[in-house]
């Protein structure tokens, strides 16, 4: 089956780093979304990666690392606004998203 | 406007009623998208239109009817609205035919409650 995993709620300091890892399994494979979600809000896309890697985007920066079936999303320089969920959605051979139940991040001063 | 529209914002509904969600994207979009979302659980697709006039279904699309008409508008019907499904509803689109890793954008949500 089609299946992606990621921590249900991590916590972590202004000021610092955080790392929230995604592990998928799919039918086929056409790249890795991260959304953000803040409370009571719409999703809205933060990056995309389809080859083995790292993009930087800001303080945001995503990895990818298709043999192993992982990706994890850095945010640096936490800010009290970066408290969201994070979502992890794996692209399917059928260019279908299979969605994860997301990571609540609080951040705390 | 700009982007997608949803409404309602937020609807309870008596059970065995019907109900139409409608969603509308002025970006010229051809893909769009029905999303439900449940506490622990991911977005799940109900329905999705590749194109106006071709629909589909997703990984949960018992008690749910949608249509495309034209580019812009895809509501979503409960025919007979069940309390399973009390939810918070994102219609979202992409610009491809759903044949790409496009991104996907969202509207700002239906939240359902039926009683």
């Known amino acids: 089956g089609q299946n992606i995993d990621q921590p249900t709620e991590m916590t972590a300091t202004e000021g610092a780093i955080v790392q929230i890892n995604c592990t998928y399994q799919?039918?086929?494979?056409?790249?890795l979304f991260w959304y953000q979600q803040h409370a009571g809000e719409a999703p809205t896309f933060l990056s995309y990666?389809?080859l083995d890697g790292l993009e930087e985007k800001g303080r945001f920066s995503s990895f990818l690392s298709r043999s192993k079936g992982y990706s994890y999303l850095l945010l640096k320089e936490l800010q009290m606004k970066d408290s969201a969920s994070y979502l992890c959605?794996?692209?399917?051979?059928?260019?279908?998203?299979?969605w994860g139940a997301g990571t609540k991040l609080i951040i705390k001063p | 406007i700009a982007g997608i529209t949803q409404a309602p914002t937020s609807q309870i509904l008596a059970a065995g009623r019907r109900m139409t969600l409608r969603c509308t994207q002025d970006?010229?979009?051809?893909?769009m998208y029905w999303y439900r979302q449940d506490l622990g659980l991911g977005l799940r697709l109900i329905h999705y239109s590749n194109t106006a006039g071709t629909t589909g279904k997703g990984e949960v699309p018992d008690g749910y009817s949608v249509s495309r008409a034209n580019t812009d508008d895809f509501p979503l019907t409960l025919a007979s609205a069940v309390p399973s499904q009390t939810s918070v509803y994102f219609c979202?689109?992409?610009?491809?035919?759903?044949?790409?890793?496009?991104?996907?954008?969202f509207g700002p949500g239906t939240r359902l409650t039926v009683l």
């Open positions: 990666n389809v």
């Open positions: 799919t039918s086929g494979f056409n790249g």
């Open positions: 959605a794996a692209m399917d051979s059928n260019y279908q998203l299979i």
């Open positions: 979202a689109s992409s610009a491809t035919l759903g044949r790409g890793p496009d991104t996907q954008y």
């Open positions: 970006m010229r979009h051809n893909a």
